[in-house]
């Protein structure tokens, strides 16, 4: 059973996002909108949700809007209260970090070297003990956060590495880290192995690992050891399977839906939902469903 408290969440935001170029030429992936909030204000707020009290941007050179969308733009929000918009300048206040309640930092990752070395670039800036890492890409909706859950799990399980997980087809896993279970217990899926995009034939589980960890702050040491791996990086998951045995690893279930806005397709899904859940678009959605409908019958 760990004991440590996790006062820190990572996140890897340097990717080129080139499922999405052009949009993504000059607009950080990070900052896309699902309806009109970025896809990085909702990883900000789950962590804040979860009480993390330094948030770590591990970012490139050329994604300065990241940082300019996340701390607060005080001549911003002067500019537009002079011009009678003071509702919306509250609002930009409010999606901003206040810096009186949460360390901010943005450290760089110059090369892309995988995400194993992205999470080493925050190392000397991490609080003492267990590390939350977010990839913003996926977006996890739910009445209570995704690290929340985590992070009130954490202290109960048995190993000092967590991983969020869902089940998968198996048609699927070959996108996926996919664990070899070992024992399940409750919403834990302790495993002795995790392989990475495995063939659908040689997968151990449908049990695939998603974007949200809780690590023992003993990765940072590992990490720094880590030899490249797939593709010639530093792979997160090489560094993970190396302290299974003494660390241990548990999968997560958690509760919410998760969509992969890494994707395009992933993205609509996402679009969509949130815009059935707001009667604001009920007009539009039921418009193209009639059309799509009438469309058929013709």
Do not use: W
């Not at 024992?183 to 834990?188: A, S, V």
Request: hydrophobic share 45%.
């Amino acid at each position: 059973m760990t004991d440590q408290s996790v006062r820190t969440a990572i996140f890897p935001v340097a990717g080129l996002g080139t499922r999405f170029m052009p949009a993504t030429k000059s607009v950080p992936k990070e900052l896309l909108p699902v309806l009109d909030t970025p896809l990085i204000q909702y990883a900000i707020e789950e962590a804040q949700a979860a009480g993390v009290e330094r948030m770590i941007f591990v970012s490139h050179p050329s994604k300065d809007a990241i940082e300019h969308h996340v701390l607060d733009d005080a001549d911003l929000r002067a500019t537009l209260k002079e011009r009678g918009k003071a509702r919306l300048a509250d609002r930009l206040r409010q999606a901003a970090i206040d810096e009186d309640d949460h360390d901010v930092i943005f450290v760089m990752q110059d090369e892309p070297l995988g995400l194993g070395h992205a999470i080493l670039c925050a190392a000397d800036h991490a609080l003492p003990g267990a590390v939350a890492v977010i990839l913003p890409d996926d977006l996890i909706l739910g009445q209570t956060g995704c690290l929340t859950q985590m992070i009130d799990a954490y202290n109960t399980s048995e190993a000092g590495y967590m991983v969020a997980t869902m089940e998968v087809p198996r048609e699927a896993v070959s996108s996926y880290g996919i664990l070899s279970v070992a024992r399940r217990e409750g919403p834990f899926a302790y495993a002795d192995r995790m392989v990475e995009k495995p063939a659908a034939d040689q997968a151990p589980s449908t049990t695939a690992a998603v974007g949200r960890y809780v690590l023992d702050g003993s990765i940072f040491e590992t990490l720094r050891s880590q030899e490249p791996g797939a593709g010639g990086e530093i792979q997160l998951t090489d560094a993970i399977a190396r302290g299974i045995e003494t660390i241990g690893l548990a999968g997560f279930r958690f509760e919410g839906i998760r969509f992969d806005c890494g994707s395009k397709s992933g993205m609509l899904a996402a679009e969509l939902h949130l815009a059935r859940q707001d009667h604001e678009f009920d007009e539009v959605i039921d418009d193209f469903i009639a059309s799509f409908h009438t469309a058929e019958v013709a």
